[in-house]
């Protein structure tokens, strides 16, 4: 950033501006990283079942996750104002990296962990409620067929509420 003067208050408003972009785009990969993990552990757990359990996301549901999820939201992001007190924080230190084992951690361990509980159980809950048992049959043409579709779809809904939820939340 090269400034054209020397007048303190647009230097104030240039060091705001680099800290609302920089709490952005940490917030923002927070949310990328944390829905990430809701989006592979059901493809793990139809895999490491043994087919047992149905997929609970269609390649069609997954792709439209990626692609609403992540536009809108970092459409959202760039419009947002500063956070309070973003200029009365002290500098981050030179070393400071934009992703951190915590902020890993926390997406991850935390967030990401409890997103796929919540859909997963969802997933289960409407799968079983409706009569099916690990192993049945639930693909096209089967009795299942139109309950595994509803069970995929309360995956899709919850998998895009968590996601929404994490990325209108106020915390980087």
Known sequence: ?????????????????????YDHIRKFVLCIFAHAVPEVVPFLVFALSG??????????????IDLGTDTLPALALSREPAGPGLMDRPPRRRQQRLISGGMLARAWGFLGVISVA??????LITLLGAG????DAAGAGS??????????????????????????????
């Not at 099916?132 to 192993?135: A, M, R, S």
């Open 132 to 135: 099916w048992h690990p192993g």
């Open 118 to 123: 919540l859909v997963m159980a969802a997933f």
């Open 1 to 21: 950033m090269v400034l054209t003067d020397d007048d303190f208050a647009t230097i104030i408003a240039a060091v705001q501006a680099g800290r609302r972009a």
């Open 51 to 64: 087919w047992l359990i149905p997929l609970a996301l269609t390649v069609v549901q997954f792709l439209a």
């Open 143 to 172: 009795p299942l067929h139109h309950v595994r579709r509803q069970a995929t779809t309360v995956s899709w809904l919850g998998i895009v509420a968590c996601h929404c939820a994490l990325c209108c939340s106020s915390f980087p």
